[in-house]
C-alpha cells in the first residue's frame, strides 16, 4: 500500500460525484498514485470555482489533496481532459459510467493500479473522442480489466485436447476455459466463431499499444460485447447497475 502524504498532488479520474448542500462536492477518484480515494470538494458548484469542471464527473484532472486523519480534501485542481463529449449520447454516456463503475470495483483504495487506470483512460478517449463503435470498446474495456485483476481466461487451446483452433469453439463463462467441438464441456459455454475467438486473444494477449489496433465487423462485436458482459459478471459475482441499464437501452 502507498503511504499517502499529508498533502499532496496526483492526477485522477472523477469516476463518481456526489452534490452536498448548496455548493459542495464529495467526488470518487480513481489516482494515478493512491488508487482510490474520495474527497470533499467545498464550493465547487459555485459558478467561479475553479475546482468546478476538475472535480465533474468523467474529467481527469490534477488535485492537490490535502489529508487529515481519514478524510480527504480538494485544495486545487485543474482538468488535463474532460470526456464531456459523452453526454451527447445517452449509449456511450452510459458506458463511460460503465467503465467508471469497473474502475470503482476493482480498483482499491491506497494502492496504485496504474494499468487499469491507463485502460480507462484510453476506452473513454476511444469511445468518447475516436467515436469507435461502442459495443467493441465495452468489450476491450471488460475483457482486459478482467485479466488485470486476475480474472484472466485461458484462450491458448482447447483445455481438454490441446486444439488450437477450430470453425466453432466454445467458452465457458464460469471456468475461463476453451473447449473444442468434441470435449466434454460441464457449465455454460458459450460458442465463439474464428473472427470473435482471435479478437478475445488479442485483447487478452496482444501488448497494451496495440489494444485497439484491430477491427471486426459490428455484428461480431455485438456478440463479443455479449460474452464479456457475461463473463465479467459471472466471474466478479457483482451487479454493475450501469452494464444493466445499459442492456436494455443499447439497441
Do not use: W
Amino acid at each position: 500500500m502507498t503511504e499517502v502524504q499529508t498533502r499532496f498532488t496526483t492526477e485522477a479520474l472523477v469516476i463518481k460525484e456526489m452534490n452536498v448542500g448548496e455548493s459542495d462536492r464529495l467526488v470518487t477518484l480513481f489516482t494515478r498514485d493512491y488508487g482510490i480515494i474520495k474527497a470533499f470538494a467545498s464550493g465547487a458548484k459555485n459558478i467561479k470555482s475553479k475546482k468546478g469542471s476538475a472535480t465533474s464527473l468523467l474529467t481527469y484532472a490534477s488535485f492537490t489533496i490535502k489529508r487529515k486523519n481519514e478524510s480527504y480534501r480538494i485544495y486545487e485542481a485543474t482538468p488535463i481532459t474532460m470526456f464531456f463529449g459523452a453526454g451527447s449520447d445517452i449509449v456511450v454516456l452510459t458506458l463511460s459510467q460503465y467503465f467508471c463503475e469497473l474502475a470503482n470495483v476493482f480498483a482499491v483504495a491506497g494502492t496504485p493500479n496504474t494499468e487499469l487506470l491507463r485502460l480507462i483512460l484510453n476506452s473513454l478517449h476511444f469511445l468518447t473522442k475516436e467515436k469507435r463503435y461502442p459495443p467493441l470498446i465495452k468489450a476491450v474495456t471488460e475483457l482486459r480489466c478482467a485479466v488485470i485483476s486476475g480474472y484472466s481466461p485461458n484462450l491458448i487451446a482447447c483445455d481438454g485436447c490441446g486444439k488450437f483452433e477450430d470453425d466453432i469453439m466454445y467458452f465457458g463463462i464460469i471456468d475461463g476455459e476453451l473447449k473444442c467441438q468434441t470435449c466434454e464441456k460441464q457449465g455454460e459455454y458459450l460458442p465463439l466463431d474464428r473472427t470473435i475467438l482471435s479478437a478475445m486473444r488479442h485483447i487478452v494477449y496482444s501488448e497494451f499499444q496495440k489494444l485497439y489496433s484491430f477491427e471486426i465487423p459490428n455484428d461480431k462485436a455485438k456478440i463479443l460485447s455479449d460474452i464479456t458482459g457475461k463473463y465479467i459478471t459471472v466471474q466478479t459475482d457483482h451487479k454493475f447497475s450501469t452494464l444493466e441499464f445499459y442492456e436494455t437501452i443499447k439497441e
